[in-house]
C-alpha cells in the first residue's frame, strides 16, 4: 500500500503539517475578518449619522430606516462635546446580549470572542463601541444583529479551509514527487545493489559504486562499498583457505608415509654405538615423531576433526631447552645469541606438543627477523608463574614487525613478518593458546625489538573446558 511507503507517510505527514500551519493561521485570520467586519459597520453607521445630522434632523422615518438597514445596524449613538446622542434608532427585538469595546481590544479578546461567535449558532442582539473615523467625535455605538456577523465568518472560514486544503495538496504532491525523486529513488538503488550482492558475494563486479548525491546516502553508500569490499575478500580468503586445506591433506598424508619410514630408519640408528649418532639420534627421533603427530593432526583438522590439547603437567625448561637447540642449530653463523630464564622447577599444565609448536613459531619468527636484518641480536625466554596462571615471554632485540603484520596479526596469510611469509605461524600459535584457555599478546614491537606474552591459566577445571 501506498502509505506503508516511506514516500507515501511523508505524504500523509506533509498533508498533515500544512494543515496544521494552515489552521494556526486560520484562527487569527477569522478573529481579524470579525473585527474588520464590526469596524466596517461603525463606518457605515457613522456616515449615516452624518447625513441625518447634515440635514439638522429633517428626515423621513423611511429614509432613517434605509440608512439603518444599509449600515447594518439598529441604532446609532454618537459623542460629540461630551455629550451622548441617539442620531439613528429603531425598534431592537430583543435585549442586548453583550458589548464589544474596539478601542483597545487586543488578540486575546478578539481571538476567543471570535471563536466563541462561531460556535454559538443563536443569534444574538450585541452592542459594539469604537472610535469615530477621522475624529468625528468621542466615540460611537451601535447595536446590531449577530446572525448576519456569523454568516459572513462561516463564508470566510470556508473560503480558507478550501485554499488551504488546496495548498496542501499541491504541497504535499510537489514534495512526495521530490523525496520520491531524491530520497526513495536512490533508497531502491541502494536495496536492488545490496539484493544483487547478496546473490553472488563472491564476485566482485556486484560491488556497489557510490553515485547519490545526497551526502548522507553517499555516506551509506560509501560504508557499505567498504563492507562489501571485505567480505568479498574474506569470502576469497575462505576459498583459498578450502583449497589450501584439501591441499595440505593431500600432502600431509604422503609426508605421514615418508616420515614414517624415517622414523624406522632413525630407530636403527638409535642402537649405532658411535658417539656422535648416539646423541643426535634420539633429537631427530623426537622431531621426526612431532613431524608425524602434526601430519596425522592435519589430515584430522581436514575431517573437522582436530583433537583437543592432552592437557599434561609437563616441564617447560625441557620444551624450551628443546626448541631453542633446534633453533640455534638453524641459526647456523648468524651472530644470534639465545637466553633462556626458566625455572628448573617450573611445571605447567598443558600439552606438550602444542606447547612445543607454539614457542617453536615465536622463536623461529624471531630469529628469522634478526637474521634479514643482518645484524647480531638476541632472543630471551623467561618463565614465572604467580596463584592464577603461567606465563612465558619470548623477547628479541630484532627489527619489530612491519606495520601490516601489526595490522593483520593473528590473521593466516595477511600477518606475515617477513618478505614471503604465509603468516600462519603466528596465528597457528594464538589459536593453540585459546585452545588451552590462554591468549597469546603481543607487549611491544619496534627499532628496539619485539616481545610476545604467553599466559595459561592455571584452573584445571577452566582449562579442560576450554580445551574441550
Not at 451622548?84 to 453583550?98: C, K
Amino acid at each position: 500500500m501506498l502509505f506503508n511507503s516511506l514516500s507515501g507517510r511523508f505524504l500523509l505527514l506533509t498533508i498533515a503539517f500544512v494543515m496544521l500551519a494552515e489552521v494556526l493561521i486560520f484562527v487569527p485570520s477569522v478573529a481579524r475578518f470579525r473585527e474588520d467586519y464590526l469596524l466596517s459597520r461603525l463606518e457605515r453607521a457613522q456616515i449615516a449619522s452624518l447625513a441625518l445630522l447634515a440635514t439638522e434632523d429633517m428626515i423621513e422615518p423611511d429614509l432613517e430606516q434605509e440608512l439603518l438597514e444599509n449600515a447594518g445596524v439598529f441604532n446609532v449613538v454618537l459623542r460629540r462635546d461630551q455629550a451622548r446622542q441617539l442620531v439613528l434608532s429603531s425598534p431592537i427585538p430583543e435585549p442586548v446580549y453583550e458589548s464589544y469595546d474596539l478601542r483597545n481590544a487586543s488578540p486575546l479578546e478578539l481571538v476567543p470572542d471570535a471563536l466563541i461567535r462561531l460556535a454559538d449558532p443563536t443569534p444574538r442582539i450585541i452592542r459594539v463601541i469604537g472610535e469615530p473615523v477621522r475624529g468625528a467625535g468621542l466615540l460611537i455605538e451601535v447595536t446590531m444583529d449577530t446572525a448576519p456577523l456569523r454568516g459572513a465568518m462561516i463564508e470566510y472560514g470556508l473560503r480558507i479551509l478550501l485554499l488551504s486544503a488546496v495548498i496542501s495538496v499541491l504541497t504535499a504532491l510537489l514534495l512526495f514527487l521530490a523525496v520520491q525523486r531524491l530520497l526513495v529513488m536512490p533508497i531502491k538503488r541502494v536495496v536492488r545493489a545490496m539484493q544483487v550482492y547478496a546473490e553472488a558475494p563472491e564476485d566482485a563486479r556486484r560491488i556497489i559504486t557510490p553515485s547519490a548525491g545526497v551526502r548522507e546516502l553517499n555516506e551509506a553508500e560509501t560504508t557499505l562499498q567498504s563492507l562489501q569490499t571485505e567480505l568479498t575478500a574474506a569470502l576469497r580468503q575462505k576459498e583459498r583457505l578450502a583449497q589450501l586445506g584439501a591441499a595440505v591433506a593431500k600432502i600431509s598424508h604422503d609426508l605421514r608415509n615418508i616420515l614414517t619410514t624415517a622414523q624406522l630408519f632413525t630407530d636403527r640408528m638409535a642402537a649405532s654405538e658411535d658417539p656422535a649418532v648416539k646423541r643426535a639420534a634420539p633429537k631427530i627421533v623426537r622431531a621426526i615423531s612431532r613431524a608425524v603427530s602434526l601430519c596425522e593432526n592435519t589430515l584430522a583438522f581436514g575431517k573437522a576433526e582436530e583433537p583437543p590439547p592432552r592437557l599434561d603437567r609437563v616441564a617447560l625448561a625441557a620444551i624450551v631447552n628443546d626448541v631453542v637447540d633446534s633453533e640455534r642449530l638453524s641459526a647456523g653463523e648468524t651472530d644470534i645469541s639465545f637466553s633462556e630464564d626458566v625455572p628448573a622447577g617450573l611445571t605447567l599444565r598443558a600439552d606438550p606438543e602444542q606447547l612445543h609448536r607454539v614457542l617453536s613459531n615465536l622463536i623461529r619468527n624471531a630469529r628469522q627477523a634478526i637474521a634479514a636484518s643482518g645484524k647480531p641480536g638476541e632472543i630471551g625466554i623467561r618463565a614465572d608463574e604467580d596463584e592464577s596462571e603461567w606465563k612465558i615471554l619470548v623477547s628479541d632485540t630484532g627489527p619489530g614487525l612491519p606495520p601490516k603484520a601489526r595490522e593483520h596479526l593473528f590473521q593466516p596469510f595477511q600477518g606475515g613478518t617477513r618478505k614471503g611469509g604465509t603468516g600462519l605461524g603466528l596465528a597457528i600459535a594464538a589459536d593453540l593458546i585459546r585452545g588451552h584457555g590462554g591468549r597469546l599478546e603481543l607487549l611491544h614491537t619496534g627499532p628496539g625489538g619485539t616481545a610476545f606474552s604467553l599466559r595459561l591459566p592455571k584452573g584445571a577445571a577452566l582449562a579442560e573446558a576450554a580445551a574441550e
